[in-house]
C-alpha cells in the first residue's frame, strides 16, 4: 500500500498588524490527513472561500511554507523538515490553476512552458521532448499543430485551461493539485473537463487533489472529501458516504445551502417581523 | 406588465457593429420574478442592461422598445427613452459586485441620503434606513460603515437594501450572489424572495446557475447567442423542457445523489460576427437536421405560456429520456470513459473550428466589446 496523501500537524499561521495590535489568524490549524491507497485516487477539498482550502494545497505545492508539521506524497516527504529536492518534488507534485490566463505569460508562446517542462522537470529534449508533449497535448484533445507558436489569448478559456492540463501532465508525476480547475469554464462544458480528469486518473495513474467549492462536482468525481471549515477539517471520508451522509453540522449546512434542482429550500423567515 | 418589443442592442467596435440582443420579444407581467439564464456572451447582461436603461457608448438600442407598464410624475408612459428618471424610485439594479458599486469613500448612510427621491428630511430618512436595515438582518449602526469595513455578504445585504427602501415596481438583478459563498448566497436569495413576497415587486433575474433560477424564478428566459429560445415557466422549463439547448443546459450538470455520468456540451457558442443562417444552436445541437442549418426557426407559443424556438420540439421528449438513460458513472468501465472523452473533446474541436477563429470567450468574464478588451488585453499574436 502505497500512502498517497499525508499531512501531520500542519499548521500556517499569518501574523498581521503592528507591534501594539498583533493578530494572528490561523489559515491551517492541525491538519491531519492519510490517504492510503494503491489505485491513483481524487481527493476533493471543499469549503468556503477562507476556509484554508488554498493554503494547503499552496502548502503541498511548497508555495507557502508551514509554521509547523509536515506533508507527504507517496512515502516521501514534500514539505516541512527533510524535504525532497526541488526537482524531483517537481516531477512528483504538479500544479493546475485557476486562471489559465494568468497560468501562462501573455507574452510567451504556450509550447514553450510545455517544451521547458519536459526539458527541465521531466529531463526530455530533442525529439524526445517533442514526442512527450505531443503526448500530453492529444490526452487532453489538443494538436501539437494548433497549439505551437499561439499566445494564451489566441486560445478560448477551456482550450488554454486544457494545455495547462497537459503541461502538468508531462513529467508524469504522482499527484496533481488542481486549484478551482473548472470554476472559470462554463456551466455547460465544465464536465468536459471534469470527466477528462477522470479518464487522465486511469490512463497516467495519477492521483489528483480537487480544490473547489462546488460540491456537486466534488461528489461526482472524487474518491476522498475532506470537507474545510476554519483551518480545520471538520469531515473526511470516502465521497459519496460524506456527501449523503454527512455527519458533522458544517457539512450540513454547506449540503442545505446547495441550490439543487430537485427540491426547493426550506423557507424560514429572513425578515425581521417588527414593522409593516 | 413590461413589454419588449424586437429588442436588438448593438456593441459598436473598430470592426463594425455586433448585435449581442438580437430581437427579443418578451411579456413580463406585474409581481413575478424572471430567471434570465444562459452560457456566457448569450446576451443576458446586455438585455439587462437595456431593462435597466443604461444605454451608452458602445452600447446603443438598434431596433425596438421596452415599454415598462407605468406612468411617471408627469403621467407619461415610462419605455427606455426616460427610465433613467426612475432609477431607484421605480426601477433599481442589484449589480454582482457590491465593492465596485459602492462609493468607496462615504459611509453607506450617505449613499442611502443620496437618492433622488429621499425626502429634505434627513434626519428622518436615516431613521427609516435604520430600522429598514434591522429588518433585513443587519445591525442598524452598519449604516455608518464605509463599504471595505463590511464582509461581502453584509454589503450585498446593503445592495438588496438599497434596490428595495423605496419599494420600486421592477428590481433588476444583475448575477447578485455569484461572488458569494454558498450559505451567504441562500440567505440573500431568501431574503430577496421574502422582500419581493412582501413587496410583490417584479424581479428580473439574471444568473448562470440553473440551481438559483430553480429556487427562485417563477418564469424563465433561455437565452443563446443574443436570442430568446425558450421562454415558459420555472417548473415546465425543468421538468418538460421544450428546446434541446434549455435539455442540455440543466442535465449538464452534477447533482448530489445521483450517479448517472454527465456529459457536458461540447463547443463554443457561434460567433455574433458571422452568426450561422439557421437555427444558432444548430452546430451544437444533436438532434440538427438540414432544415435547422438553413432557415431560423421562429419563437412560438407551444404550450400556454411556454413558447419555444425549434424545428424539433416533438423529438425532445425522446431526448430527455434517452437522458435519463445514462449509464452510472461507476459502471462505466475505462475504455468506454476514456472513448467518451475523446469524443466529447474531438466534437468540441470541430465545433470550434467552424465557429470562427475568435469564438466568444467561455470564461466568465463581463461582456465587453472587442474594442474595450483590446486595449486591456496585451499585443499578443495577431489571429
Not at chain 1, 62 to 74: D, F, I, Q, S
Amino acid at each position: 500500500m502505497t500512502t498517497v496523501l499525508k499531512a501531520e500537524g500542519l499548521r500556517k499561521t499569518y501574523k498581521l498588524g503592528s507591534f501594539t495590535s498583533r493578530v494572528t489568524i490561523n489559515a491551517l490549524d492541525d491538519i491531519n490527513l492519510d490517504i492510503v491507497s494503491d489505485d491513483p485516487v481524487i481527493v476533493s477539498l471543499v469549503g468556503e472561500s477562507g476556509s484554508g482550502k488554498t493554503t494547503l494545497a499552496k502548502t503541498i505545492l511548497r508555495l507557502v511554507e508551514p509554521t509547523a508539521g509536515k506533508a507527504w506524497v507517496h512515502d516521501q516527504v514534500v514539505t516541512g523538515s527533510g524535504g525532497m529536492g526541488r526537482l524531483d518534488f517537481m516531477r512528483m507534485v504538479q500544479p493546475i490553476f485557476q486562471n489559465p490566463f494568468d497560468a501562462f505569460s501573455r507574452y510567451r508562446t504556450v509550447d514553450t512552458y510545455l517544451h521547458e517542462t519536459a526539458a527541465r522537470i521531466a529531463g526530455l529534449n530533442g525529439a524526445k521532448g517533442r514526442d512527450a508533449v505531443d503526448e500530453a497535448l492529444s490526452s487532453v484533445g489538443l494538436d501539437y499543430a494548433d497549439v505551437v507558436g499561439k499566445y494564451p489569448n489566441q486560445f478560448s478559456g477551456g482550450e488554454l485551461q486544457r494545455a495547462s492540463i497537459a503541461r502538468a501532465l508531462i513529467p508524469h508525476p504522482q499527484l496533481i493539485v488542481a486549484d478551482e480547475p473548472v470554476s472559470m469554464i462554463d456551466a455547460s462544458r465544465r464536465m468536459i473537463v471534469i470527466n477528462l480528469f477522470k479518464a487522465l486518473k486511469e490512463q497516467y495513474r495519477t492521483s489528483f487533489l480537487y480544490i473547489t467549492h462546488d460540491l456537486a462536482t466534488a461528489y461526482y468525481i472524487s474518491d476522498y472529501i475532506a470537507v474545510m471549515s476554519k483551518g480545520r477539517i471538520v469531515e473526511f471520508g470516502a465521497a459519496r458516504d460524506v456527501l449523503s451522509t454527512p455527519r458533522h453540522d458544517y457539512t450540513k449546512l454547506l449540503l442545505s445551502s446547495i441550490p439543487t434542482l430537485t427540491h426547493k429550500w426550506d423557507r424560514t423567515p429572513a425578515l425581521a417581523s417588527t414593522g409593516a | 406588465m413590461i413589454q419588449l418589443k424586437n429588442v436588438v442592442a448593438e456593441y459598436t467596435t473598430k470592426r463594425g457593429r455586433m448585435k449581442a440582443v438580437d430581437g427579443v420579444d418578451l411579456v413580463i407581467p406585474d409581481g413575478v420574478i424572471v430567471g434570465i439564464a444562459g452560457e456566457s456572451g448569450c446576451g443576458k447582461s446586455t438585455l439587462m442592461k437595456v431593462l435597466y436603461g443604461d444605454l451608452g457608448f458602445p452600447l446603443s438600442l438598434a431596433s425596438g422598445s421596452v415599454d415598462y407598464g407605468f406612468t411617471n410624475d408627469k403621467g407619461q408612459p415610462v419605455t427606455d427613452a426616460n427610465v433613467q428618471r426612475e432609477w431607484f424610485r421605480h426601477v433599481s439594479i442589484i449589480p454582482q459586485s457590491s465593492m465596485s458599486s459602492l462609493n468607496p469613500v462615504i459611509r453607506i448612510r450617505e449613499q442611502f441620503v443620496d437618492f433622488p427621491a429621499t425626502s429634505k428630511d434627513k434626519k428622518a430618512t436615516l431613521a427609516k434606513v435604520r430600522e429598514f436595515v434591522q429588518r433585513i438582518g443587519l445591525p442598524p449602526e452598519s449604516i455608518d460603515a464605509y463599504p471595505h469595513q463590511l464582509s461581502g455578504g453584509m454589503r450585498q445585504r446593503i445592495m438588496v437594501a438599497l434596490a428595495t427602501f423605496l419599494e420600486p415596481e421592477v428590481i433588476l438583478a444583475d448575477e447578485p450572489t455569484t461572488a458569494l459563498d454558498v450559505v451567504v448566497q441562500k440567505e440573500i436569495l431568501l431574503l430577496l424572495l421574502e422582500l419581493q413576497e412582501k413587496m410583490r415587486n417584479t424581479i428580473i433575474f439574471v444568473s448562470h446557475d440553473m440551481g438559483v433560477h430553480y429556487q427562485l424564478t417563477h418564469q424563465m428566459l433561455i437565452m443563446y447567442a443574443g436570442k430568446a429560445v425558450e421562454h415558459g415557466p420555472t417548473e415546465e422549463i425543468f421538468r418538460a423542457p421544450l428546446h434541446p439547448y434549455t435539455l442540455l443546459l440543466t442535465s449538464a450538470l452534477p447533482t448530489i445523489g445521483d450517479d448517472r455520468a454527465r456529459q457536458g456540451l461540447p463547443g463554443s457558442p457561434p460567433s455574433l460576427w458571422d452568426p450561422p443562417k439557421g437555427c444558432r444552436f444548430a452546430p451544437r445541437c444533436p438532434l440538427a437536421t438540414e432544415k435547422c442549418r438553413t432557415e431560423e426557426p421562429p419563437l412560438v407559443e407551444v404550450r400556454p405560456g411556454h413558447s419555444s424556438a425549434c424545428h424539433h420540439i416533438d423529438r425532445i421528449p425522446q431526448l430527455q429520456a434517452d437522458l435519463a438513460k445514462a449509464p452510472s458513472l461507476d459502471d462505466l468501465d475505462e475504455a468506454r470513459l476514456l472513448a467518451q472523452v475523446q469524443e466529447n473533446l474531438r466534437r468540441e474541436h470541430e465545433i470550434d473550428a467552424t465557429a470562427d477563429a475568435a469564438p466568444p470567450s467561455e470564461v466568465d468574464r463581463p461582456e465587453i466589446p472587442s474594442e474595450v478588451a483590446d486595449t486591456v488585453a496585451p499585443a499578443g499574436g495577431e489571429r
